[in-house]
């Protein structure tokens, strides 16, 4: 009787405090619902949409405030002037500037998800911001997207792990988290009107459930609406998307906020979902009229239909219920906190991610890590070892208070080196929409780099993509899979001069490798942010043990992606339509069931130690339907230095009466080790998870049958396969 006291004591309090929530839960309700009767159709109407470029209003007389928004998803971008897309010209809005979500998804580490999110979001709440712009979790399916480096790679498991701890960070600050581009934006050339083909399958298993764990594991307040129709409506307003999926089947309570400039039609966007209205007109992408807010769609010819009565009041009093509920949780929760920025704290979470999101690739004869003690020539060669990778890529440029190049970090941390530097290559500056060329000579520059090269004892090359136009930036995609500006040839030129050369990649794509047997080592390095810098001499000098794992593969030549095989109508599309015809098979799933070797895989990265996994198991060896499969498995660090290893599963359904991909990812872990240490680590994965989507039932369908789990530490690198049955 003592004994259970407690219990009961706790179950009281718990009960107590879920009836509290609901109290607070049916006050903000019935306030809502004592606002929406004080409005007139007008006020109503003026929530719906833009009142500047990153504005809507509020209601004035009843003390309703505007809502802010500001983009994200890397860092809070600087303010913008109030109907054009330039810079407002502040001088207090620089931020920290984060890795870019390839490099947070590069970790597979949750927990550091997490703290990217918290530490923007103060940031964002530091700028009175209510809504920040992104995460984004388009799926990686082409190299070519300009901008994948906003996503978090090419499978959805992965991405939906790592975009919830991220929305719980940032709306822990009363700012809303605004999930994008809900649907299908998987490459940026046509992507105001290229209408989206494919199956349901394809949809339900590869592009939707980042977004599902959004909403529902993450229950982020607002989403954004893609550019791009899919089966013939605009994304911002399709009923099957918006209505059926977001809203009935997902209960998505939050607001659907356009893309800049993507609502098309006043009705569609009324009936089929959308809440605000931002950028049509005046977003620098269509034609530019300035202060024409209320001609938007969801302005004045809105009011017109539901004055009429074609459109009933209950449609926009679900938009704005939606956008007070909104506001209840941001600029109207007089409890929220005050946010900081660009405090020590940030740029140390930026570095930490940055660090831990490097990928090493390749380590021939343990080239890396560089001994920061001994006395030796680095020649650091190439633009992107001092380029700045926070200006330029669209959207999610950054005004940043510092960024420290790749250059300076390695002169910083390599203090016993002669560090030489040349250029090698240029691009010319980075501007919008448009391909400036270098006023600088290549002849000259390459000469410089090779003279450089010959004296030296190691050549970092740091290259790869920028963030300009057809690079890594937003508005159309790269033209080509190789590396731009004459880097191949003249990589292949410094190698001929000095062969013990690496390769530190910044970029947030895959790229074509014909040297790489020839480098010693290679880093994939993606867009760092501020810390950019300290982050690579962190791992170059073994300051920090690297753990990145690659968040997609990299194919040896463009064809071997799936997009890539079925001709134009697959990718880009002809220009109205566009098939997904490699339908399930994005990624690795491609790869490994059509056995086209890549030239890295999904989740491989090395260390700069060694790692052995054993006894992996499964509890039991057949499952029903509703059960949970334990595995686990030990992992031991068998080499010298402490260093962290991420352990993958993979599932096959091995007696599918549909294609089932070779491999699915199931879960993963990511696990820190002293030298010598043992530790085990366990996965529950639930059996329904091992279901496919039924095109013929539009469900979920788990078959009786063998399956197998894979269990390694990237998706070619399985160390041990467990066989069992699900019984229905
Ligand atoms: C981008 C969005 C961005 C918006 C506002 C659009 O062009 O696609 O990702 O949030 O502009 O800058």
């Given at each position: 009787?003592?004994?259970?006291?407690?219990?009961?004591?706790?179950?009281?309090?718990?009960?107590?405090?879920?009836?509290?929530?609901?109290?607070?839960?049916?006050?903000?309700?019935?306030?809502?619902?004592?606002?929406?009767?004080?409005?007139?159709?007008?006020?109503?109407?003026?929530?719906?949409?833009?009142?500047?470029?990153?504005?809507?209003?509020?209601?004035?007389?009843?003390?309703?405030?505007?809502?802010?928004?500001?983009?994200?998803?890397?860092?809070?971008?600087?303010?913008?002037?109030?109907?054009?897309?330039?810079?407002?010209?502040?001088?207090?809005?620089?931020?920290?500037?984060?890795?870019?979500?390839?490099?947070?998804?590069?970790?597979?580490?949750?927990?550091?998800?997490?703290?990217?999110?918290?530490?923007?979001?103060?940031?964002?709440?530091?700028?009175?911001?209510?809504?920040?712009?992104?995460?984004?979790?388009?799926?990686?399916?082409?190299?070519?997207?300009?901008?994948?480096?906003?996503?978090?790679?090419?499978?959805?498991?992965?991405?939906?792990?790592?975009?919830?701890?991220?929305?719980?960070?940032?709306?822990?600050?009363?700012?809303?988290?605004?999930?994008?581009?809900?649907?299908?934006?998987?490459?940026?050339?046509?992507?105001?009107?290229?209408?989206?083909?494919?199956?349901?399958?394809?949809?339900?298993?590869?592009?939707?459930?980042?977004?599902?764990?959004?909403?529902?594991?993450?229950?982020?307040?607002?989403i954004m609406g893609a550019y791009n129709k899919m089966r013939g409506q605009f994304c911002c307003h399709n009923e099957l998307l918006v209505n059926k999926i977001l809203k009935d089947d997902w209960a998505f309570e939050g607001v659907l906020?356009?893309?800049?400039?993507?609502?098309?039609?006043?009705?569609?966007?009324?009936?089929?979902?959308?809440?605000?209205?931002?950028?049509?007109?005046?977003?620098?992408?269509?034609?530019?009229?300035?202060?024409?807010?209320?001609?938007?769609?969801?302005?004045?010819?809105?009011?017109?239909?539901?004055?009429?009565?074609?459109?009933?009041?209950?449609?926009?009093?679900?938009?704005?219920?939606?956008?007070?509920?909104?506001?209840?949780?941001?600029?109207?929760?007089?409890?929220?906190?005050?946010?900081?920025?660009?405090?020590?704290?940030?740029?140390?979470?930026?570095?930490?991610?940055?660090?831990?999101?490097?990928?090493?690739?390749?380590?021939?004869?343990?080239?890396?890590?560089?001994?920061?003690?001994?006395?030796?020539?680095?020649?650091?060669?190439?633009?992107?070892?001092?380029?700045?990778?926070?200006?330029?890529?669209?959207?999610?440029?950054?005004?940043?208070?510092?960024?420290?190049?790749?250059?300076?970090?390695?002169?910083?941390?390599?203090?016993?080196?002669?560090?030489?530097?040349?250029?090698?290559?240029?691009?010319?500056?980075?501007?919008?929409?448009?391909?400036?060329?270098?006023?600088?000579?290549?002849?000259?520059?390459?000469?410089?780099?090779?003279?450089?090269?010959?004296?030296?004892?190691?050549?970092?090359?740091?290259?790869?993509?920028?963030?300009?136009?057809?690079?890594?930036?937003?508005?159309?995609?790269?033209?080509?899979?190789?590396?731009?500006?004459?880097?191949?040839?003249?990589?292949?030129?410094?190698?001929?001069?000095?062969?013990?050369?690496?390769?530190?990649?910044?970029?947030?794509?895959?790229?074509?490798?014909?040297?790489?047997?020839?480098?010693?080592?290679?880093?994939?390095?993606?867009?760092?942010?501020?810390?950019?810098?300290?982050?690579?001499?962190?791992?170059?000098?073994?300051?920090?043990?690297?753990?990145?794992?690659?968040?997609?593969?990299?194919?040896?030549?463009?064809?071997?992606?799936?997009?890539?095989?079925?001709?134009?109508?697959?990718?880009?599309?002809?220009?109205?339509?566009?098939?997904?015809?490699?339908?399930?098979?994005?990624?690795?799933?491609?790869?490994?069931?059509?056995?086209?070797?890549?030239?890295?895989?999904?989740?491989?990265?090395?260390?700069?130690?060694?790692?052995?996994?054993?006894?992996?198991?499964?509890?039991?060896?057949?499952?029903?339907?509703?059960?949970?499969?334990?595995?686990?498995c030990e992992i031991k660090n068998t080499g010298e230095t402490k260093g962290a290893e991420v352990i993958q599963v993979y599932a096959n359904d091995v007696e599918a009466s549909v294609l089932r991909p070779l491999k699915e990812l199931k879960?993963?872990?990511?696990?820190?080790?002293?030298?010598?240490?043992?530790?085990?680590?366990?996965?529950?994965?639930?059996?329904?998870?091992?279901?496919?989507?039924?095109?013929?039932?539009?469900?979920?369908?788990?078959?009786?049958?063998?399956?197998?789990?894979?269990?390694?530490?990237?998706?070619?690198?399985?160390?041990?396969?467990?066989?069992?049955?699900v019984q229905n």
């Open positions: 009787m003592r004994k259970r006291l407690p219990i009961i004591l706790l179950l009281v309090i718990l009960n107590v405090i879920q009836l509290l929530a609901q109290v607070e839960h049916n006050t903000i309700d019935n306030k809502i619902e004592e606002i929406i009767k004080q409005l007139s159709l007008k006020e109503k109407i003026d929530m719906c949409h833009a009142q500047s470029k990153f504005s809507s209003p509020g209601v004035p007389r009843l003390g309703i405030p505007e809502i802010w928004m500001s983009d994200g998803p890397h860092g809070v971008r600087a303010e913008i002037a109030w109907d054009t897309w330039d810079h407002a010209g502040w001088s207090n809005d620089s931020c920290t500037a984060f890795p870019a979500l390839t490099c947070l998804a590069a970790t597979f580490n949750p927990q550091l998800s997490y703290k990217y999110g918290k530490a923007i979001g103060e940031e964002a709440r530091y700028r009175k911001k209510d809504i920040l712009l992104g995460p984004g979790v388009n799926i990686y399916r082409t190299p070519l997207n300009g901008r994948n480096f906003e996503y978090m790679g090419e499978d959805p498991y992965l991405a939906s792990k790592l975009v919830v701890p991220y929305i719980k960070g940032v709306q822990e600050n009363g700012v809303a988290a605004c999930v994008k581009h809900y649907i299908l934006n998987n490459q940026e050339h046509w992507r105001d009107h290229i209408n989206v083909k494919l199956s349901d399958r394809a949809l339900y298993e590869i592009y939707l459930p980042a977004f599902k764990a959004a909403v529902l594991e993450g229950e982020v307040w607002s906020v356009t893309d800049w400039g993507a609502t098309h039609d006043t009705k569609e966007a009324a009936i089929y979902g959308l809440d605000i209205e931002m950028g049509t007109g005046t977003d620098g992408l269509t034609s530019s009229s300035k202060n024409a807010y209320d001609n938007y769609y969801l302005a004045n010819p809105f009011l017109e239909l539901l004055k009429s009565g074609e459109i009933d009041e209950s449609v926009v009093d679900d938009k704005v219920r939606r956008i007070l509920r909104l506001m209840f949780r941001t600029n109207m929760d007089k409890n929220r906190p005050y946010g900081k920025m660009t405090n020590q704290q940030h740029f140390d979470v930026a570095r930490e991610i940055a660090a831990e999101g490097i990928v090493l690739l390749k380590n021939d004869k343990a080239f890396f890590p560089i001994d920061p003690d001994t006395k030796q020539t680095i020649a650091v060669i190439g633009e992107n070892a001092t380029r700045s990778m926070t200006v330029g890529g669209g959207s999610s440029e950054l005004k940043t208070k510092h960024e420290i190049s790749p250059l300076n970090g390695i002169q910083k941390r390599f203090k016993n080196a002669r560090i030489v530097h040349a250029m090698g290559y240029a691009s010319g500056p980075s501007v919008y929409g448009r391909v400036l060329p270098t006023s600088l000579n290549a002849d000259s520059l390459k000469r410089a780099a090779i003279e450089v090269a010959e004296e030296a004892d190691i050549v970092l090359f740091v290259g790869g993509l920028n963030k300009s136009h057809h690079q890594d930036c937003e508005g159309d995609d790269r033209k080509q899979f190789e590396l731009p500006f004459g880097q191949d040839d003249l990589l292949n030129e410094i190698l001929k001069v000095n062969k013990n050369t690496a390769v530190v990649m910044v970029s947030g794509n895959a790229v074509e490798m014909p040297w790489i047997s020839k480098v010693k080592a290679l880093i994939q390095a993606w867009y760092l942010g501020s810390e950019a810098g300290h982050a690579i001499a962190d791992v170059l000098s073994g300051d920090v043990n690297p753990s990145g794992k690659l968040p997609f593969s990299f194919p040896v030549k463009l064809e071997d992606n799936g997009a890539h095989s079925f001709g134009d109508i697959s990718y880009p599309g002809d220009g109205i339509n566009q098939e997904y015809k490699e339908d399930i098979l994005v990624g690795y799933r491609w790869h490994d069931t059509k056995k086209i070797k890549p030239l890295f895989a999904f989740g491989y990265g090395m260390s700069y130690t060694t790692f052995k996994m054993m006894n992996a198991k499964t509890d039991k060896s057949t499952y029903k339907n509703g059960e949970v499969i334990k595995v686990s879960a993963f872990n990511k696990v820190m080790l002293n030298a010598g240490e043992v530790q085990t680590v366990t996965f529950e994965i639930p059996v329904n998870d091992l279901a496919f989507f039924d095109n013929s039932i539009m469900d979920w369908n788990l078959e009786s049958g063998q399956f197998k789990l894979m269990v390694g530490t990237s998706s070619c690198d399985i160390k041990k396969v467990l066989q069992f049955k």
